[in-house]
């Protein structure tokens, strides 16, 4: 009796394990662990880099902030009272002395009266250095107010403030007191200027 059944290539079987026609073996399943560790690396540093991209933008609208409105801490604030709504007022006590340019004439000035005028207030006032107690200074603005202002004490004193416009005449006096023991000798005085005066 025949062997042919026990034959597999004469029954058409798979080659046997050991055959040279067997598959290769199956290929390993990936190295999850290393997959994880990989994700958990890409995770957390995907945070970092959100976290440095939110504060780079964070740094940078101040930044920008900054460079806007530090210029402006260094600048004089707006006055409180421009135009007239300063007339009458104190340039003192609502700001306005902070940017008064000032012309004092040189000459036939005994009591040094002084014009003082600030554009941003859009106002003047005069003022009195060098009188007594008793002389008076006094501002009339063509077209406008007039202030006037006496010493009561020491050797000075300034008016309220006159509003005026871009273009402007401004008539300005002292006058010596009456009261006894007044010492030296001069007469009322006046002085003219305008926008265009050499102001200092």
């Given at each position: 009796m025949s062997n042919d059944v026990d034959d597999p290539e004469s029954t058409g079987g798979?080659?046997?394990?050991?055959?040279?026609?067997?598959?290769?073996?199956?290929?390993?399943?990936?190295?999850?662990?290393?997959?994880?560790?990989?994700?958990?690396?890409?995770?957390?540093?995907a945070r970092h880099a959100m976290v440095v991209g939110v504060v780079t933008a964070v740094v940078g609208a101040l930044a920008t902030v900054a460079a806007d409105q530090l210029p402006k801490l260094f600048e004089d604030p707006p006055p409180p009272c421009p135009g007239a709504g300063c007339d009458g007022k104190s340039p003192k006590s609502d700001g306005c002395a902070a940017d008064a340019v000032t012309w004092e004439p040189t000459e036939g000035n005994v009591a040094r009266i002084q014009l003082r005028y600030s554009k941003r207030c859009g106002a003047v006032w005069g003022r009195?250095?060098?009188?007594?107690?008793?002389?008076?200074?006094?501002?009339?603005?063509?077209d406008g107010s007039s202030r006037s202002a006496s010493i009561a004490t020491y050797h000075d004193v300034y008016t309220r403030m006159a509003t005026v416009?871009?273009?402007?005449?401004?008539?300005?006096?002292?006058?010596?007191?009456?009261?006894?023991?007044h010492t030296g000798t001069w007469v009322k005085y006046c002085f003219e200027a305008t926008e265009h005066t050499e102001w200092n």
């Amino acid at each position: 009796m025949s062997n042919d059944v026990d034959d597999p290539e004469s029954t058409g079987g798979a080659p046997a394990p050991d055959s040279p026609d067997a598959p290769d073996d199956p290929p390993a399943a990936p190295d999850t662990d290393r997959l994880r560790a990989t994700g958990r690396w890409l995770r957390r540093h995907a945070r970092h880099a959100m976290v440095v991209g939110v504060v780079t933008a964070v740094v940078g609208a101040l930044a920008t902030v900054a460079a806007d409105q530090l210029p402006k801490l260094f600048e004089d604030p707006p006055p409180p009272c421009p135009g007239a709504g300063c007339d009458g007022k104190s340039p003192k006590s609502d700001g306005c002395a902070a940017d008064a340019v000032t012309w004092e004439p040189t000459e036939g000035n005994v009591a040094r009266i002084q014009l003082r005028y600030s554009k941003r207030c859009g106002a003047v006032w005069g003022r009195i250095v060098n009188g007594e107690p008793g002389d008076m200074v006094t501002i009339s603005v063509t077209d406008g107010s007039s202030r006037s202002a006496s010493i009561a004490t020491y050797h000075d004193v300034y008016t309220r403030m006159a509003t005026v416009g871009d273009t402007f005449r401004v008539r300005f006096c002292a006058e010596p007191g009456s009261y006894t023991g007044h010492t030296g000798t001069w007469v009322k005085y006046c002085f003219e200027a305008t926008e265009h005066t050499e102001w200092n």
